[in-house]
């Protein structure tokens, strides 16, 4: 099992995290949980922090909404030391990267419409992707060719094998590609980057050592692997963390309005938004209202729960 080294203790390593948020929206509760546990754990070890705004998606991302966010993060009195990166500036890079995977033969064209793949893929468990039937992969060079007349192909990464590692959190995790992940998509049919390339890719580049993130990506991470291997890259320490819940047990999604940031602070303070998240992380005993500099000298991983947390109503 590849161990992932964390990069404390060893005393030569600074932590590097990172906010990672996809500016496609006002953040939501769960965006802040995230974007408040990279912080702390980073900055309670003394480590930097990047900003790197993921918006591939022109139909879904913007400019503004980045800018938005940014401003979001320094009123919750979060800051960082490099960027922000947008990854709409580095296509050029996921390129390169691109290239060298196609170089080591593991990449394919899929024509497989979006109904197609809806109709003949599983759903998987929690990252929200589906798994590939593989369908395209073993396509000859004139079924290919005959295809790309007609429509543009997706390209894809051919997996084979396992993958295991340590989750900081939730203990070892082992994947067989194949049966839990299936063969992923690097690049869209309309040219877009995937999130599995650029995500390893940045992360990658800009030397980050520690990442911190919802438990909904973990089943992303044996893919995020692949693709740190195929490049050269040094993966980070990963760490997972529990999803909130709506108080009936659902995941929080966009729809619920009243937990994004722009209903939260009309009840709330920043401070108060902050002493109630960290309140549910375990860190702190009331959820009085602080800034996260004053968490600093108490977080504690130890203490943030390893189960879902259900939202209560006193509480948002
Ligand atoms: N951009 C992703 C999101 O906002 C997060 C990616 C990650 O942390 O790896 O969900």
Redesign the pocket.
Known sequence: MRAIKPAVGEGIKQIVGRF???PSGRMHLG?LFSCLLSWLSARAEGGRMILRM?DLDPQRTSRAKGQQLKADLRLLGLDWDEGPYWQSERSAYYQQCLKRLIAQNVVYPCFCSRAELHAANAPHASDGDYIYSGRCRGLTAEQIEEKQRHRPPALRLAVAGEEAFIDRHYGPQHYSLSRDCGDFILRRSDGVFAYQLA?AADDGAMGVTQ?V?GRD?LPSTPKQLQIYQRLGLTPPEFIHLPLLLAADGRRLSKRDGDLGLDALLIRFTPEELVGRLAYLAGQIDRPEPLRPQELLSVFDWERVPAEDILLQDCLF
Request: hydrophobic fraction near 45%; aromatic fraction near 0%; charged fraction near 20%.
């Open positions: 990672a948020p996809s965006n993921e995500v990442v993130r990506l």
